[in-house]
């Protein structure tokens, strides 16, 4: 991710934004319950192209929410400040 978006740098969270894809891609060789699930008899070549497809969505949705994912997270300090000021108002009319 680094060479895509120099700017993330390593930030808590990311990897709960790629297991969704891991699942999903790992799912068109990996039949059964996921508790049950091993990579083990895997060839490298799938194991491959699940991680590029991993990383080539990963990086298509840090694409829009990059600077969530930066140091001092401003995106989700605005966020924050949003929700803030949406629960002053609504405190108000109460």
């Known amino acids: 991710m680094a060479i895509r978006h120099p700017a993330s740098g390593y930030v808590q969270g990311i990897n709960d934004l790629v297991t969704p894809f891991l699942v999903v891609f790992l799912s068109e060789y990996l039949e059964g319950s996921m508790d049950n699930w091993s990579i083990t008899g895997l060839?490298?070549?799938?194991?491959?192209?699940?991680?590029?497809?991993?990383?080539?969505?990963?990086?298509?949705?840090?694409?829009?929410?990059?600077?969530?994912?930066?140091?001092?997270?401003?995106?989700?300090?605005?966020?924050?400040?949003?929700?803030?000021?949406?629960?002053?108002?609504?405190?108000?009319?109460?």
């Open 43 to 94: 060839s490298p070549e799938k194991i491959s192209n699940v991680e590029a497809d991993c990383y080539w969505c990963l990086s298509k949705l840090l694409d829009g929410m990059q600077d969530h994912y930066t140091f001092a997270q401003p995106g989700i300090q605005r966020l924050v400040f949003k929700l803030k000021e949406l629960v002053r108002r609504i405190d108000e009319l109460c």
